[in-house]
């Protein structure tokens, strides 16, 4: 599993010219699937994702996380977090999870972060596009098989 999280003061995204998803201050993350991602996967990078201290306090220093700041976050599938382009000009995707499998974790990702903030999201396989107005600009990676026990 893998994410793109960048730190917003604004972001949406719309599908067919409509708005679908729309955040203020918050968290805007890619979200792509690979082969064997878990529920454990999505339940590490929950915690990591909510707890991450990358929102300025009084003296702005990165010390306060979404839940600090009663963020939200509007959450994007886009399985070409997982191109590979070793070889070539076109991208490959072996690595993303198939679409049948990555939607069912994509949905159980949404409703285990909406546990602990409110979730807008994008429509799983549709032409999307997203508008992101970046703070800081503060964009990071994380996957989950970077783990440590």
């Known amino acids: 599993m893998k994410l793109v999280i960048s730190r917003s003061k604004k972001a949406s995204v719309s599908v067919d010219h409509k708005i679908v998803g729309k955040i203020d201050e918050g968290l805007l993350i890619l979200v792509g699937f690979t082969h064997n991602d878990t529920i454990e996967d999505i339940n590490y990078l929950v915690d990591k994702v909510i ?64 546990e602990h903030t409110k979730v807008e999201t994008g429509i799983f396989g549709a032409h999307m596009e997203v508008e992101l107005l970046n703070d800081g600009p503060i964009t990071i990676i994380m996957e989950s098989r970077e783990k440590t026990c």
Not at 70 to 81: A, D, E, R
């Open 51 to 114: 707890h991450l201290r990358i929102f300025d306090d009084e003296k702005g220093l990165q010390n306060k996380s979404l839940l600090d700041i009663k963020g939200s976050i509007l959450s994007v599938s886009q399985f070409t977090l997982y191109a590979d382009t070793k070889k070539g000009r076109r991208p490959s995707y072996v690595d993303a999870l198939d679409k049948e499998k990555a939607e069912k974790l994509y949905h159980l990702w949404n409703q285990q972060l909406s």
